[in-house]
């Protein structure tokens, strides 16, 4: 019912900036998305959540990338952005886009984010 798909993602040097996009699509007549948020997946490592947007626009972010990375979205478009800055190797990951409807999250299909000199 809602497929999402995520631009971005590549190769930064550490410190550099990097943007995320995810647009998604809801064929649910009845019912808006609500929670969008940002994930991610090292290598060798569990998915973890990195931030999150509620409709309202209320954000929650991990500790980790607090004060470096800006989560926001655009409800007319059910699109949500991750800002990146003052990246760390660390950061490398997979990011996957998250999307609630009702009880279920669905995931877009990832992108990967480098940080390497």
């Known amino acids: 019912q809602v497929q999402l798909v995520e631009s971005g993602g590549g190769l930064v040097r550490p410190g550099g900036s990097m943007a995320l996009s995810c647009a998604a699509s809801?064929?649910?007549?009845?019912?808006?998305?609500?929670?969008m948020g940002w994930y991610r997946q090292p290598p060798g490592k569990q998915r973890e959540s990195v931030a999150t947007?509620?409709?309202?626009?209320?954000?929650t972010y991990a500790d980790s990338v607090k004060g470096r990375f800006t989560i926001s979205r655009d409800n007319a478009e059910n699109s949500v952005f991750l800002q990146m800055n003052s990246l760390k190797p660390e950061d490398t990951a997979v990011y996957y886009c998250?999307?609630?409807?009702?009880?279920?999250?669905?995931w877009g299909q990832g992108t990967q984010v480098t940080v390497s000199s």
């Open positions: 998250g999307a609630k409807l009702l009880r279920t999250t669905y």
């Open positions: 809801n064929s649910d007549n009845m019912y808006s998305i609500n929670d």
């Open positions: 947007i509620t409709v309202g626009g209320t954000t």
